[in-house]
């Protein structure tokens, strides 16, 4: 009969953990939501750097990159 007792106390603590956990995963969520939606509403009011044009580019294979061509 303990065994009932101790394994009913334990399927209580497993169930109430995984409504805490469940809780906590959706706020952390909401809040990354409206903290990502904060970073996108800022990008569309212009308050991010701007974006330079570097005009045509060429490969440059000892560096492995791209950079504006040379007049």
Do not use: W
Request: charged share 25%.
């Amino acid at each position: 009969m303990p065994q009932l007792i101790a394994l009913a106390l334990l399927g209580a603590g497993v169930i109430a953990g995984a409504r805490v956990l469940r809780y906590a995963v959706e706020r952390m969520r909401e809040e990354m939501t409206a903290t990502s939606a904060e970073q996108c509403g800022s990008r569309s009011q212009g308050n991010h750097e701007s974006i330079k044009d570097l005009g045509p580019l060429e490969f440059d294979p000892r560096a492995g990159v791209y950079r504006p061509k040379r007049p």
